[in-house]
């Protein structure tokens, strides 16, 4: 059974990654595909690439939301945070 619904901790995480996903979306590059390309190219900028994502908002929220998820089986809609 989910209850995540019941959950004021799954309601606060979602928040969480609702405000988290709009400022990581409003604040990335835009219209630099050959920088893109190119960041996807090297492991060395794909470590740095996920080392920033795990620590901006949003991987300390996806962080939270995976140890609130194992230590209670809440799964958190996330799909009714952006409607």
């Not at 996920?50 to 809609?77: C, D, N, Y």
Request: with cysteine; net charge positive.
């Amino acid at each position: 059974m989910n209850n995540a619904k019941q959950c004021a901790e799954c309601e606060q995480i979602v928040t969480e990654m609702r405000a988290a996903f709009l400022k990581l979306i409003s604040s990335r590059p835009r219209g630099d595909v050959l920088y893109l390309s190119r960041l996807f190219l090297s492991e060395a900028d794909l470590a740095r690439l996920k080392e920033l994502w795990q620590q901006s908002g949003f991987g300390a929220a996806q962080h939270k939301w995976m140890e609130h998820r194992i230590a209670t089986g809440h799964v958190p809609v996330l799909s009714s945070a952006f409607n």
